[in-house]
């Protein structure tokens, strides 16, 4: 049982190049969201979904889209990078959103030049 | 929305003293607050929750209080052992799936 697998794991990026992180997940979970980690700010939601198909903004939504056309992936695509966006990213997932332990990734460690 | 604030940012305990982390949340609908552990290049990891028609909840060496009152939640963490050394984050939720954590907090537990 795999978990949930992001890749890649460290990526660099040149300021407005474009990238999609994956995400996938093999516990049939419905919910899936993106957060990112900056030092000394915890993690915040970017985008999050409660089931393939349904997606929606979380805190920090700018500059990020994200689609669900399966269960198991929630891709996560930068569509022009900014230094701004140099974090760490993790995505996550539960069965249902509600009640249900959120597992997380081990991270992407994405750098914007 | 929810502003979730932690404190200390950084502990540093005796191995077999106890750790306390303490955080605060504004939005008085929140009613879930979880707690998680982070190891160095990992993902966060959920170690104990607590949910808002609960006072206390304990599992092993760690414990976690909720005042609904004051809106603060904490963190026990008793015998502490040099694999507690981690970052522990909390966080706040009205529904369970969108979080709003805490800075985070870095413990170091000195053999």
């Known amino acids: 049982n795999a978990g949930v697998t992001q890749t890649p794991k460290f990526q660099v990026l040149k300021t407005g190049q474009s990238m999609t992180l994956q995400c996938a997940q093999d516990?049939?979970?419905?919910?899936m969201s993106w957060y990112r980690q900056d030092p000394g700010m915890g993690l915040r939601l970017i985008h999050y979904s409660v089931g393939a198909g349904i997606t929606d903004q979380g805190e920090v939504p700018n500059g990020y889209n994200v689609s669900r056309s399966t269960t198991e992936d929630f891709p996560l695509r930068l569509l022009s990078a900014a230094p701004s966006q140099t974090s760490v990213y993790f995505c996550a997932s539960s069965l249902t959103g509600t009640g249900d332990t959120i597992y997380f990734g081990e991270g992407s460690w994405l750098t914007v030049v | 929305g929810e502003n979730v604030e932690q404190h200390p940012s950084t502990l540093s305990v005796q191995e077999g003293d106890s750790a306390v982390i303490k955080c605060t949340y504004s939005?008085?609908?929140?009613?879930?607050f979880p707690w998680y552990k982070q190891e160095l290049g990992k993902g966060p990891q959920l170690i104990i929750d607590i949910r808002s028609n609960v006072g206390e909840k304990k599992d092993q060496r760690i414990a976690v209080t909720l005042n609904k009152t004051a809106k603060h939640f904490s963190l026990h963490i008793t015998e502490t052992q040099p694999e507690d050394s981690a970052v522990y984050f909390c966080?706040?939720?009205?529904?369970?799936?969108?979080?709003?954590f805490g800075a985070g907090t870095t413990v170091t537990v000195r053999a």
């Open positions: 516990m049939n979970h419905e919910y």
């Open positions: 966080a706040a939720s009205r529904n369970d799936y969108k979080l709003s």
């Open positions: 939005d008085s609908a929140s009613n879930y």
